[in-house]
């Protein structure tokens, strides 16, 4: 079984930064993808930003240039830098781990921007 706790949500400024962080634990193979996903208040969930375990990344344009995603493979986290936060990145972010056929997920952190 595999586990995924997110933190580093929280109350921000506009133009502020947070980080996130998601920590997996359990039976995680070595060759897998990490993923944040956002999900404002009546609206589908979307991805924000992928990394593989090979370190190749991808954005969404929306955050492209704000935000930067890594990870540590020797701790199984995957991190989100998000700088220039905007009111429209508010939104409950979770965390995906997705490895062979199989996906997990994250209970959630909330981001709230102020304007």
């Known amino acids: 079984q595999v586990q995924l706790v997110e933190s580093g949500g929280g109350l921000v400024q506009a133009g502020g930064s947070l980080r996130l962080s998601c920590a997996a634990s359990?039976?995680?193979?070595?060759?897998?993808?990490m993923y944040w996903y956002r999900q404002a208040p009546g609206k589908q969930r979307q991805l924000v930003a992928l990394?593989?375990?090979?370190?190749?990344?991808n954005y969404a344009d929306s955050v492209k240039g704000r935000f930067t995603i890594s990870r540590d493979n020797a701790k199984n986290t995957a991190y989100l830098q998000m700088n220039n936060l905007k009111p429209e990145d508010t939104a409950v972010y979770y965390c995906?781990?997705?490895?062979?056929?199989?996906?997990?997920w994250g209970q959630g952190t909330q981001v709230t921007v102020s304007s």
């Open positions: 990394i593989t375990s090979g370190g190749i990344t």
């Open positions: 995906k781990l997705a490895m062979r056929s199989y996906n997990f």
């Open positions: 359990g039976s995680i193979f070595s060759t897998n993808v």
